[in-house]
């Protein structure tokens, strides 16, 4: 028995590193490890063969496993000193107390793990054939202490005995009793520590009881494992973990065992664990839940970083599985994924099923992200504002999505409903950048009024935002405010040119913004343009000019320089130089400034580029509300037809609009009627017609308009119907 035991104690050392360093040694006594199963091994403890049994010192206090010195090997194993085998050979006694205990119980599980120690202390020893049927202990103090026992009840095990002890002083208890409730007040001590994160007693405790360290006591060489690993000692962790999968066969504790090593180990140490997986008839392997988890945490490291990419064969298992069991955390993985790696139609597919089988914040807001980029904003918008106070993240995202959908060109009619739920989200994030979009929205359906409050209130949360001032100071000179500019100019001058440039141009009293669907701010006016709303998505700094084509718009754009970050005077530049600038801070939505480039380029002899510069130079002006400076930039240099109906349309457009916006219908209907005979009217300058007549009480020519407006399905032209009724009711 003393043999067997030195076999145990061998691998606590090996495996603890207590008294005798395991390392030390191994090269010149211990045999490399074979993790091949032997089949002569129990599976619930190691076996070494005799010659490499070593006895080691068990000294208090221990030295520091780190540092624990290797005692030199004994020339031949100490003889074993057996429990009471006579020189005839005979077996040793073995204390069965315990068997016959679990018999009475009939409890079979304790039972059957009874005869497995004892087959494994004594190799020689035979099983009674029916253990049930073992004859019952007839000492009945005896089995009140082990009934304590199997309670759990160590302390009052200790005072039974005592108590014993002293009323029977001949009296002795079964040495394999004492031994298992030493062994149980260590697994509860072990246990407590690990519970309690003390690595270091956790070893200490395993290192001097090394019966705890078998496959009958798995959850006490995990925690053991776990102490290694806590202290910076993987390679011992790994051991006792390999340990496990070499020679327990259980299941569901193999599977534990390979999810705990993949949790604590390095992935080179984890996937050399791996490789002890068993597989069943089918093929199929005991670790696919491990490998399953491993292929998610690549696929999510992925998603969180663009720079790390998830294998192939990871991505493949994560989509079998999303497919398979339907979980939507998989298809977020794979949704997410996507997305970081620039794979939008993937990313939208496995948004679009994780939201279909549980809707959520973070599948709405991936759904949303991916909306967006392919420019489906309105849809965005929708999926996300259930969530839209989820989290930071989400409210961001949202507003993106409400920036982006007001912010199209063209402009998108975006519903009433819609509008004040933007307006409501925008308000209560405070968000600067998105009551600076409100404005420059408000300005494009010519709301001037509407569009210096919301200039105005991104001012009060942010004096220094100067896209925000330099919408309030354009809409001050639009609506004729010169006291509101001028002091506007004193807070800015020497921070802002364009700010100072507003208004130095005019020629002529200022007619309107610039053209897109209308709805004007009068006494019967179709209601008022409300909402936009942005944080990180990119904004559009001013509305384009929407009645010219784009394609019209940027000559030669894909051979243009794109950098006008810089401040340069047009003087310095050549007229081709020039040119490009001009349309660059078109692009960049600073008009005035790219007027001033294509005046420098107006300077050429070449007649297409003086086109060209004059063209531009006329949307610029558009753009910047400035109508008669654009018609006079119109005319000076020749223009193509097209251009010329494009020009003319829009300009005639913009006084109809600044003339509705100041009251004068008549010249609102004059500049509308100009512009018929040039093109077509459109649905928005219908109904801007409609409520020129309706001010002017021509109420059935009002009625005319609108029906046929409404004919096409607009809603303003709806409610200027309304409006008629309303206003002939008062009549």
């Given amino acids: 028995m003393p043999a067997v035991r030195g076999a145990i104690r061998l691998f ?19 045999p490399p ?62 204390d069965e107390s315990a068997l016959r205990y679990f018999a009475r119980q009939g409890d ?50 200790r005072r039974a ?67 290694f690993a806590e202290t910076q000692r993987a390679n011992r962790a790994r051991d006792a973990y390999r340990y496990i999968l070499t020679n327990c066969d259980d299941t569901q504790e193999r599977l534990a065992t390979a999810q705990n090593a993949v949790r604590l180990l390095p992935s080179e140490m984890a996937d050399e664990l791996l490789a002890l997986e068993r597989f069943d008839a ?100 929708s999926v996300l504002y259930p969530w839209r106070d989820a989290n930071d993240e989400t409210r961001s995202s949202y507003l993106a999505a409400v920036a982006n959908l007001l912010g199209v060109e063209p402009r998108v009619d975006v519903p009433p409903e819609v509008l004040q739920r933007m307006a409501a989200a925008a308000a209560s994030a405070r968000d600067v950048a998105a009551a600076q979009q409100f404005g420059w929205y408000a300005r494009a359906f010519n709301q001037f009024d509407t569009a210096g409050k919301w200039f105005s209130t991104a ?24 006291t509101g500019l001028a002091e506007l100019k004193r807070i800015w001058r020497g921070r802002s040119e364009r700010i100072l440039a507003v208004g130095e141009r005019t020629r ?111 949307l610029a002006y558009l753009r910047a509300g400035l109508v008669d400076d654009a018609a006079v930039a119109a005319a000076k240099a020749p223009q193509q037809r097209r251009r010329v109906a494009e020009l003319q349309s829009s300009i005639l457009a913009e006084r109809a609009l600044g003339a509705f916006e100041n009251g004068r219908y008549v010249e609102a209907l004059i500049a509308l009627d100009q512009r018929a005979q040039i093109a077509p009217e459109r649905i928005d300058l219908m109904v801007l017609r409609g409520y020129a007549y309706l001010n002017l009480n021509r109420r059935e020519d009002a009625r005319r308009i609108f029906e046929a407006a409404a004919g096409t399905g607009s809603r303003d032209a709806l409610k200027g119907l309304a409006a008629v009724d309303e206003n002939a009711s008062q009549r």
């Avoid at 603890?16 to 040694?25: D, E, K, M, R, S």
């Avoid at 970081?340 to 992200?369: M, T």
Wanted: aromatic share 6%; with cysteine; net charge negative.
């Fill in 161 to 227: 005995i005592a108590q014993r002890r002293t009323d029977e002083p001949g009296w002795t208890p079964p040495p394999d009793l004492l031994e298992r409730l030493a062994v149980a007040e260590a697994r509860e001590q072990l246990v407590n520590a690990s519970n309690l994160h003390q690595y270091d007693t956790v070893i200490r405790i395993g290192s001097g009881h090394p019966s705890l360290l078998t496959c009958s006591e798995v959850d006490v060489l995990w925690r053991v494992a776990e102490a």
């Fill in 282 to 381: 089918a093929g199929v392997g005991e670790f696919g839940p491990v490998r399953d988890d491993l292929a998610r945490k690549g696929v999510a490291a992925g998603g969180a970083d663009p720079a790390v990419d998830a294998s192939p064969e990871q991505l493949a298992r994560v989509e079998k599985l999303a497919t398979a069991e339907g979980k939507a955390s998989d298809s977020l993985l794979l949704g997410w994924y996507n997305l970081r790696h620039g794979q939008s139609e993937a990313a939208e597919k496995w948004f679009r099923a994780a939201r279909g089988i549980e809707d959520s914040a973070e599948a709405s807001q991936g759904l949303s992200l991916v909306l967006v980029a392919r420019k489906a904003f309105e849809e965005a918008e």
């Fill in 33 to 94: 490890w074979d993790p091949r199963p032997t089949g002569t091994v129990p599976p619930h403890r190691l076996r070494l063969p005799a010659a490499d049994v070593i006895e080691v010192q068990q000294e208090m206090p221990r030295p520091p496993l780190e540092t624990a010195q290797a005692q030199p090997a004994p020339a031949s194993p100490p003889a074993p000193v057996v429990s009471a085998p006579d020189q005839a050979g005979q077996r040793p006694k073995v």
């Fill in 108 to 157: 079979t599980k304790r039972l059957e793990a009874e005869i497995a120690r004892l087959k494994a202390l004594y190799p020689d020893w035979t099983p009674p054939a029916d253990p049930l049927a073992v004859p019952v202990n007839v000492d009945e103090k005896l089995e009140a202490v082990w009934a304590l026992y199997a309670a759990g009840k160590y302390a009052e095990a």
């Fill in 12 to 30: 606590a050392v090996a495996l603890l590193g207590v008294g005798t360093c395991f390392h030390a040694i191994a090269d010149d006594i211990v």
């Fill in 459 to 482: 001012l009060s949360w942010n004096p220094d935002d100067e896209p925000s001032a330099y919408g309030l100071a354009l809409t001050y000179h639009q609506l004729g405010n010169a």
């Fill in 508 to 618: 002529g009293q200022p007619a309107g913004g610039t053209p897109t669907s209308v709805a004007v701010e009068t006494p019967a006016a179709p209601p008022s343009a409300q909402s936009v709303a942005v944080e990180t998505a990119p904004v559009l700094a001013a509305p384009r000019n929407n009645a010219v084509s784009e394609s019209a718009a940027a000559p030669g754009t894909a051979s243009r320089p794109r950098g006008c970050a810089d401040t340069i005077h047009p003087s310095t530049l050549s007229a081709q130089g020039a040119l490009d600038r001009g349309w660059c801070l078109m692009e960049a939505n600073r008009p005035l400034e790219a007027a001033e480039a294509f005046e420098r380029a107006l300077a050429t002899t070449d007649g297409h580029a003086r086109s060209d510069a004059a063209y531009g130079q006329s």
